[in-house]
Structures are given as structure tokens and as C-alpha cells.
């Protein structure tokens, strides 16, 4: 049993002649006539002192009915001694009597009313019954009392913060601030009334102040990429977790967390590494076992090893499809054709994963040649999920391959008649259908996506792209390309068809500078690599041109169009 109070059992071991101050707090009058008074007070205290020694013994000895005994009947011989009264009240909460705790603490406060340590005593005591306003009166006091103590403002903060009284929460960590704005611990609680209320970039800045004072504080860190990782700053969240890991290596949550967000960012070796140490730290599960697999499988990292860890898992949950499917996937890749059909196969019609395994087969078969069969397979999927729109992109696709654009085109319109809000099967006809040279429903399809997501920036750019490439309505086609590019500023394929409604323009260089920016994203696009071309010509660089043609004309062997413009170029040089 260990309470601050029972300290002092050590001081009166070592200098018990200075057991006098509990005498002295109310000392005892002397009885008629000196010597005899004298001895009587003495007598008193060796008896307040036989009393104290008692309780502190019973004490840990556990006996707190006891030692409540010994210490009243010091407070009756000695008066309301504050030591003795806290530690009273102390024994009283430690045998659950509540209300004798508070009573005894609330006659020491009588005598005392400054006394910091009964007043944050029973303030707690108020906070765990539900008195709320008379914990806050208990702690403001406090705080008149010992106000350099930052201890009963996080208190009297986190007493506010649970009645969601947020604003008096901050009010009292502003208060602590002013006082000791080097105090790390209130910038990070202040830091979690923002979080409560939901004000991230506020909290986001007293983190930041937390570890500028502090910069090895672990729990601001870890808040800190949580924030970022909430608000999709991936790469602050990543450089967050990995400062927070170098103080703590061994935090296997954190790590594998942080291998998660590399996963998702796609940056499969570092996250492989992540999920190893985890492992070589003793935190192996199936659930590790499968993130790690799927970085190797992803990240091309190891396909036999991910092969190894997929089976590890099926041998201990032979239902686990997610497994199942990127074993299959991974036997693919090897080209072990025959071992990812069976495993596709092995993924019944209940699991999620169903239609994207037949669709996974659908495709080995079309790579080996075997059209038909793959045709086949999509087909009686749609059969028993006829509400997937993978399966009706995928038996689109496959027809497309085979240049039956006009099956292509049924399938995706059986498709909407099911789906008829679906946008990517809109897309994908109106795709095929610009193919086909309908411009016109191929737009309104496009018009209807935005009808239903009006930020659908894709669209945006096939209507803008399709007007430029015709030469018609350029302004309506660069106001929705621009628009577009805002939504996407990274997509080459957007650059390039704002160049290209510039190049329509006859704005020749405006066409240069995105084009440029379009080639360096997609430098094995031949129509990007043409319409640069055809840019630099413009502008007077046939030499810059001619290189544009020939990397065109890598890709696309066959178009005589460029091959005209390479040969006439050409002719032109002296």
C-alpha cells in the first residue's frame, strides 16, 4: 500500500523527537501547577505518537477500519491536524466511504480553506459523482491556491473537455499557457480540445508547438500523423511515423500502421521492409502474413515468396478468398496458367471476390488466344451477378479486343438497363461509341455523368478532347478541359488535350508549354508524341518535330499520316 501521506512514518523513524509538531498544532494545557502539566503533555505525546505509529501499521497491514480508529482518536487528542486529516480521508476512500471522505475533507477546508491538496481531493471526489459544479469550484480554488501548479489545471481541463464544454476546457490550458508557454504537456492537451473540436488545423498547431519544445515527445508525434493521415498528407503522416519509430522501434502497431500507408501509396519494397521488421519483432499474424504478400506481389518484389505466405495463410483458413485470389494472381504472373485457374476457380459465386476472379480468367484465357472461352466465362457470370459493372466493362473489352464494336456496344447497354446510373459503364460506351463515329451520344453520355457527378473530370475532358479534335466549340472544350485539369492537375492525358484545344486555337506556343508537360508524364503515348510534333512544327523546329514523329511512329508503325509528315519535313531540309 503506497500513499504520499504514509512518508512520514520515515521521519519519525529517523527523528522522532520532532513528533512534536503534531503536539504543537494544538497544544494541550497544563494542568494546575507546572511540573505536573508537563508531564501530563508528554504523557499525550507519547500517546498521539503510540496512536500514529499504530495506524500507519495497520494501515499496511491493510486493516483500514483500524487505523480510521487510531487516526480519530489522534484528530480527538490532537485537534484537525492537516496531515492527519488528508491521510484520514485518503483511508476512507480507500474503504469506499465516500461520503466520510468528503466530510472529513470539507472540516479540514473549514480550518484550512487554502489547502491545496484537500481541494483537489475532493474536487476529484465531486468529478467521479457527477457534481460537476462543485468539482470546478474545488479545482478553481486550487488554483487560486498553488496557481504555479500545472497539474490542477490539466485537472480542472480534462473535468470541462468531459462535459464537452470544450471552450472552457481550452480556456483553462490558454490560462496554464501564459503562464509557462514552454509547458509541452498543455500545448497537447490544448491540442486535443482542438481534436474534440474537431478544429484540426488548430490542433495540428499545438502538436507542432509541443514538439518544438519537446521534440522527442512520442504521444504528439503519433497525434500528429494520425492528423496527416486523416487529412491525406501521406507523405507527412509517413515522415511522422518514422521520426515517432526512431524513439520507438519497438511500437509494432505503429509499424505496421506505417506499412499500411506505404502500401496504399504504392510503395510496396518500403512497406515489405516495414511488415518484416514487425515480424522479426515477434508480431507474426495472418493478417501481417497477407499485407506482407501482397507488398511482395505488388511491389514485384517476390512472387515465390509471396506464393509461400498466401498457402501459410490457406493452410490455416482455407476460406480466406482474399489469399486465395492474389495466390491465383501470383501464379499468374509466373505464368503458371494452369494453378491460377484452379485457384480462381476455387472462389465460389458467394464471395465478394467472385466476379473479379472470373474476370481474372476471362483473361488468361483471351491472352493464351482462347477468345471464345473467355467470352464464355464473363457471360455465365453475368448469369448469377448480373449487378456487377465489372463484368459488363470486362465482356466489353473483350469484344473491342476482337473488333466486334457493335457486341461491344450491346453489353454495355444491357449493362445501363440494369445499372442505369452507373458512370463508368456511361463512359466506357460512350468510349466505344465515339469509336464508332457517334460524337453525338457519345457527348450525351458524357453530359449525363456530369448530370450526376459534376466533378467527374474524365468526362470533362472526353467532351473537351472530342470538340478540339473535331475543330469545333474550342471555348466551351478549353473551359471544361481547364476545369478538368484543376480537379486532376497531375494527368497527362489532360494536359494533353489542353495543348491540343491551344494547338486548335492557333495559340502554337500556349500548345507547346502542355505538351511538353503532357510527353514527359507519357513518353510512350505516340498520339501525345504527334500532337508535339505537329507543335514544334508550328513553332518552327522541324528538328524537334521529326524526333516527335519517329517516337510516334515507334508505337504506332503503321500510320501513314505521320509518315507523310516525317517524309515532307524531311524534303524540306537543305
Not at 504543537?24 to 494546575?32: E, K, L, N, R
Request: proline content about 3%; hydrophobic content about 40%; overall charge negative.
Amino acid at each position: 500500500m503506497k500513499r504520499k501521506y504514509l512518508i512520514i512514518i520515515a521521519f519519525f523513524l529517523l527523528f522522532p523527537a520532532q513528533f512534536c509538531f503534531l503536539s504543537a498544532c494544538a497544544p494541550v494545557a497544563p494542568i494546575d501547577g507546572g511540573l505536573d502539566g508537563v508531564s501530563i503533555a508528554k504523557d499525550r505525546s507519547k500517546d498521539i505518537y503510540y496512536h500514529y505509529m499504530k495506524g500507519v501499521l495497520l494501515s499496511l497491514d491493510g486493516d483500514i477500519d483500524g487505523a480510521v480508529e487510531e487516526y480519530t482518536e489522534i484528530i480527538e487528542m490532537a485537534g484537525h491536524v492537516p496531515l492527519l486529516m488528508m491521510e484520514l480521508a485518503t483511508l476512507h476512500l480507500e474503504n469506499n466511504e465516500i461520503d466520510k471522505a468528503s466530510a472529513t475533507l470539507k472540516t479540514l477546508l473549514e480550518h484550512n480553506p487554502n489547502h491545496y491538496e484537500a481541494l483537489v481531493m475532493l474536487g476529484t471526489i465531486y468529478g467521479q459523482s457527477h457534481e460537476f459544479e462543485k468539482a470546478a469550484h474545488c479545482y478553481r480554488k486550487a488554483i487560486e491556491a498553488s496557481p504555479d501548479n500545472p497539474d490542477i489545471y490539466f485537472l480542472l481541463s480534462i473535468l470541462y473537455k468531459s462535459q464537452n464544454d470544450y471552450d472552457s476546457a481550452r480556456e483553462v490550458l490558454e490560462e496554464l499557457l501564459k503562464r509557462d508557454f514552454e509547458n509541452h504537456m498543455a500545448a497537447y492537451q490544448l491540442a486535443h480540445i482542438y481534436i474534440a473540436m474537431k478544429n484540426l488545423d488548430r490542433a495540428k498547431y499545438w502538436l507542432q508547438r509541443s514538439l518544438t519544445i519537446k521534440p522527442d515527445f512520442t504521444g504528439a508525434l503519433k497525434d500528429l500523423a494520425f492528423i496527416n493521415e486523416h487529412e491525406t498528407n501521406k507523405q507527412e503522416a509517413i515522415s511522422l511515423y518514422r521520426r515517432y519509430l526512431e524513439l520507438k522501434p519497438y511500437d509494432i502497431e505503429i509499424r505496421v500502421r506505417l506499412g499500411n500507408l506505404l502500401l496504399n501509396e504504392g510503395n510496396y519494397v518500403e512497406a515489405a521492409k516495414e511488415f518484416e521488421s514487425v515480424i522479426d519483432y515477434g508480431g507474426i499474424s495472418s493478417d501481417l502474413e497477407f499485407s506482407l504478400a501482397v507488398a511482395y506481389f505488388f511491389g514485384k518484389i517476390n512472387y515465390d515468396r509471396a506464393i509461400d505466405l498466401f498457402l501459410e495463410i490457406l493452410d490455416t483458413n482455407p476460406g480466406d478468398d482474399r489469399a486465395r485470389y492474389f495466390l491465383a494472381a501470383s501464379y499468374h504472373e509466373l505464368g503458371e496458367c494452369e494453378k491460377a485457374l484452379e485457384q480462381f476457380q476455387s472462389i465460389g459465386p458467394s464471395s465478394d471476390l467472385y466476379a473479379s476472379s472470373r474476370i481474372q480468367m476471362a483473361l488468361i484465357y483471351s491472352e493464351s488466344g482462347d477468345r471464345e472461352r473467355a467470352v464464355k466465362i464473363v457471360e455465365e457470370t453475368l448469369e448469377n451477378r448480373n449487378d456487377d459493372p465489372n463484368l459488363y466493362l470486362a465482356l466489353s473489352t473483350l469484344y473491342e479486343e476482337a473488333e466486334d464494336l457493335d457486341s461491344s456496344v450491346y453489353v454495355l447497354e444491357r449493362g445501363l438497363e440494369i445499372l442505369p446510373g452507373n458512370t463508368d459503364i456511361k463512359y466506357r460506351l460512350g468510349f466505344i461509341l465515339e469509336k464508332t463515329g457517334d460524337y453525338e451520344k457519345a457527348i450525351a453520355l458524357m453530359r449525363s455523368i456530369l448530370e450526376i457527378d459534376p466533378e467527374n473530370a474524365e468526362a470533362m475532358n472526353f467532351i473537351g478532347y472530342t470538340y478540339a479534335d473535331r475543330g469545333i466549340h474550342l471555348d466551351e472544350a478549353e473551359k471544361l478541359i481547364l476545369e478538368a485539369l484543376r480537379l486532376k492537375p497531375g494527368s497527362g492525358h489532360i494536359m494533353d488535350s489542353l495543348g491540343w484545344v491551344y494547338f486548335r486555337q492557333e495559340r502554337y506556343h500556349q500548345a507547346l508549354e502542355y505538351l511538353e508537360k503532357a510527353f514527359e508524364l507519357m513518353t510512350n503515348d505516340p498520339v501525345v508524341a504527334e500532337h508535339l510534333g505537329q507543335a514544334y512544327e508550328k513553332t518552327g523546329q522541324p528538328d524537334q518535330a521529326i524526333e516527335m514523329y519517329r517516337k510516334a511512329l515507334e508505337k504506332d508503325p503503321d500510320n501513314e499520316d505521320i509518315i507523310r509528315r516525317i517524309e515532307s519535313l524531311e524534303g524540306k531540309q537543305p
